[in-house]
């Protein structure tokens, strides 16, 4: 418990909260919203095309969206909002009376995060067991687990933050970790930020408090996946993790055979023929944060199936040269997005996947022609 708490709170109940959008509260200036400000995208939003990529789209028969709809500007905010409930580690907000912020309920479950969804759709969050008094910063968000989910769609949140905010704050509020990698990112990004002082309050799956005042940044990752340069640029630009040795030299193959989802069937083929052009293979999971930001920013080629690891592409110099194999019916262009704002020389070879669909495509095996992936370099 943090030592602002007490182990009462103004929101006795636990009344059914009817799910709201954020962009909803901002309309209608809605409570317990009490102001917000836009973060505009101010980069520019031409994107060059892929050499390979588009011959390997239309071995698929598949059209390349950007080039009919170029991805338009992300639109981050910054959110003001006073008297609220917030519930478990994933940050899920409501009023503890009428209302539950629907945005925040993304990558959730009931079961995880303890809330209950009623028969007509309303939400219960339950009754919170203490209280935050003063106004505190929320880093808490669905799916931490997932490396991209945390880094870029969490803790890259931080770049909204002013000094004003600063003076502010009375805390932050941080999920419970369970990987070293989570540690050492909220470390690096709270010293960054200059926030590294302020007391945090600890979210577990089963925490629900009362709040006196939530400051809570939002939209650094968009709902196509695609990043605000800002919340790039922060991540890439922060003091911490500081860089490790970089021992993997300038052309890298990010290996995902450990990996318990999307399984690239012929992987020992392609790392080999990788390996035989000069190519070291990396296992990120094996990495330290340190270690990784050192590996890309002195990466020169990089060669990955798709997968949260790319996130490191922030750190990449400008004009590396990357290369992503991407399932044929998954089509999930945030990191080609990442690339394009960091200014990296991106193309993909499409693999052949067993899912039908993109949430299939998702978890499901897929195999890539490894003479394509060569064609690439």
């Not at 990996?259 to 052009?277: H, K, V, W």
Request: some cysteine; overall charge negative; charged content about 20%.
């Amino acid at each position: 418990m943090s030592e602002t708490a007490t182990p009462h709170s103004s929101h006795t109940a636990s009344p059914s909260a009817v799910p709201v959008r954020f962009a909803a509260l901002m309309q209608q200036r809605l409570s317990p919203l009490r102001d917000f400000v836009a973060i505009p995208d101010g980069s520019p939003q031409g994107f060059p095309p892929m050499l390979f990529g588009e011959q390997s789209l239309a071995l698929f028969g598949v059209t390349d969206e950007w080039l009919r709809a170029p991805p338009t500007p992300v639109q981050a905010w910054k959110l003001d909002m006073e008297d609220v409930v917030v519930r478990s580690a994933s940050g899920v907000i409501g009023n503890g009376r009428s209302l539950v912020v629907e945005d925040s309920l993304d990558h959730t479950t009931p079961k995880a995060d303890g809330y209950k969804i009623l028969h007509d759709g309303a939400i219960d969050l339950g009754a919170p067991t203490e209280r935050l008094a003063g106004c505190w910063l929320s880093l808490l968000l669905g799916n931490s687990d997932n490396y991209f989910h945390f880094v870029l769609m969490n803790l890259a949140r931080l770049f909204v933050i002013d000094a004003k905010d600063k003076r502010s704050l009375s805390g932050v509020l941080v999920p419970k970790t369970r990987f070293d990698w989570q540690r050492e990112w909220i470390d690096g990004v709270l010293a960054a930020a200059g926030l590294s002082g302020l007391p945090r309050h600890v979210m577990s799956g089963a925490s629900c408090v009362s709040i006196e005042r939530l400051s809570v940044p939002w939209g650094a990752v968009d709902a196509r996946g695609y990043c605000h340069p800002g919340a790039a640029a922060f991540i890439a630009g922060s003091d911490g993790p500081e860089c490790g040795d970089a021992a993997a030299g300038d052309r890298i193959y990010v290996d995902r055979r450990e990996s318990p989802i999307r399984p690239l069937e012929n992987e020992d083929e392609l790392a080999q023929a990788l390996a035989d052009r000069g190519f070291a293979t990396v296992r990120l999971e094996r990495m330290s944060v340190a270690e990784q930001r050192a590996c890309f920013a002195h990466a020169a080629v990089i060669v990955a199936p798709h997968g949260a690891g790319l996130t490191n592409l922030v750190f990449c110099r400008r004009g590396a040269r990357v290369i992503e194999v991407m399932p044929h019916t998954l089509l999930n262009w945030c990191y080609r997005r990442l690339a394009a704002i960091r200014r990296l020389d991106y193309d993909c070879v499409l693999s052949r996947s067993g899912g039908r669909t993109a949430p299939e495509a998702t978890v499901s095996a897929h195999r890539v022609a490894v003479d394509h992936v060569l064609a690439c370099l």
